[in-house]
């Protein structure tokens, strides 16, 4: 059964609000967008989202995205490569769009919950990123869906479409979710 | 006469020749090519039996094939063996848009022989591929 799910959502919705309460208590806050970006490059929707989700750049730092861009023949086990012009037009636009240059509120929870050069492979090894997910990809976890991988996000969070990974409506099984609380 | 009919026989079959080369999808290019770099008559009982040879891969010890993502029946749509993420039909008969780019079918010949086999393919291998999956 698909619902809707308050829980992690409703968290970091207060968090935000204590954020924007401090502004009037002149603790430094800043103005963050909850939305994170949502690729329109042609060429990097077209070579890497043929094969999995074209993940925002802004989930990784630019370290991060050179580091990936740069051994394309051995992508996580698995041949990506492409015509070196194109794949130095996606890692540019990677480059140009990363966490680290960021400014809505995922991307900075993402850099602050990485220490100072660390360049993460995958999205899935941010801590943050980790953290949140570490439910579902918990052994334990009977719910649904099961992922082995989190390389679709939109499974779980269906507004992901508008760069929506905050939104209260995502899908997961409710039952499970219950138990697991 | 019967010369003056001929002469418009063999027009007509110049131009046929000519028109059908421009017509020439990017599978004939690359057949042609394939067989200049040494491959011979291709056919589609080869391609088969490529698409179902079984490899185990030496690091991760999984047993890899074409079909393990774009499953035995061309027509029908695939799944990528890691992502999940659904790949469409191979079969141009029902995706016209397989086989209709050379680069295309070059960049991922390259990529999948590499994951499936551990190595890139022969031309033969390649263009036995090519002409099955044309049959679809």
Redesign the interface.
């Known amino acids: 059964m698909r619902t809707r799910i308050h829980g992690i959502a409703g968290l970091t919705l207060a968090a935000g609000a204590v954020c924007l309460g401090g502004a009037t208590l002149s603790v430094p806050t800043y103005a963050a967008s909850a939305r994170v970006l949502v690729p329109t490059d042609s060429a990097y929707l077209k070579e890497c989202g043929a ?3 074209a993940f925002s750049p802004e989930l990784l730092p630019a370290s991060s995205w050179r580091a990936v861009m740069g051994r394309l023949d051995d992508h ?7 015509d070196a012009s194109v794949q130095r037009g996606i890692t540019d636009y990677l480059v140009a769009n990363a966490a680290d240059r960021a400014t809505n509120e995922q991307s900075r929870a993402i850099m602050g919950s990485l220490s100072t050069n660390e360049s993460p492979l995958r999205i899935t090894q941010v801590p943050y990123i980790a953290g949140l997910h570490a439910a579902v990809l918990d052994p334990i976890w009977n719910g649904t869906p099961r992922p ?2 989190l ?2 996000c939109g499974v779980c969070h269906i507004k992901v479409q508008s760069g929506d990974y905050k939104s209260k409506d995502f899908s997961v099984n409710d039952e499970a979710f219950r138990w697991k609380k | 006469m019967a010369t003056g009919r001929g002469i418009v026989v063999a027009v007509a079959f110049a131009l046929l020749g000519v028109g059908g080369r421009a017509c020439a999808g990017p599978v004939d290019d690359l057949l042609q090519q394939f067989q200049a770099q040494g491959a011979s008559h291709f056919t589609v009982a080869a391609g088969e039996a490529l698409w179902e040879r079984s490899v185990t891969d030496p690091k991760t010890g999984e047993v890899r094939r074409c079909a393990l993502c774009h499953t035995t029946d061309l027509r029908k749509v695939g799944k990528h063996a890691t992502t999940g993420k659904a790949i469409e039909p191979m079969a141009p008969s029902v995706n016209p848009k397989r086989l209709a780019d050379k680069e295309k079918i070059e960049k991922w010949l390259e990529r999948n022989c590499k994951w499936t086999l551990g190595r890139v393919c022969t031309p033969q291998e390649k263009g036995d591929a090519l002409t099955m999956i044309g049959s679809r």
């Open positions: 094969c999995h989700m996580f086990g698995e041949s990506a490569k492409v082995k991988t390389t679709e």
